[in-house]
């Protein structure tokens, strides 16, 4: 399985981004496609994930209702709206793919090369 970030990019706070994670190859035991952040000098952390045939989904608390992430499964394409940014959500966003629905980063077995998301005035 490749994944392909995009969408990252420098916005000042309260401006939105959304992010696209492209998946390609053996997608077919895919179920959770996560986003995982990593800002400098910090450990990577969960944000979000999306069952790729339900509609489950969970958040990090640090983005409960900022950021949402959804999934086009007709363009193997997840996606994670993120409003409201504020310098705290400054890092390079990850998208990882699993054969479960899961926050535990250890348990994903595929990951994007990241895309970076600066939010600064």
């Known amino acids: 399985v490749q994944l392909a970030e995009a969408g990252g990019g420098s916005v000042q706070p309260g401006e939105s981004l959304r992010l696209s994670c492209a998946a390609s190859g053996s997608i077919l035991n895919v179920i959770g496609m996560g986003w995982y952040r990593q800002a400098p000098g910090k450990e990577r952390e969960f944000v979000s994930v999306?069952?790729?045939?339900?509609?489950?989904?969970y958040y990090a608390d640090s983005v409960k209702g900022r950021f949402t992430i959804s999934r086009d499964n007709a363009k193997n394409t997840a996606y994670l709206q993120m409003n409201s940014l504020n310098p705290d959500d400054t890092a390079v966003y990850y998208c990882?793919?699993?054969?479960?629905?899961?926050?535990?980063?250890?348990?994903?077995?595929?990951w994007g090369q990241g895309t970076q998301v600066t939010v600064s005035s």
């Open positions: 999306i069952n790729w045939s339900d509609p489950s989904t």
């Open positions: 990882a793919a699993a054969g479960y629905l899961t926050t535990n980063a250890k348990v994903y077995s595929y």
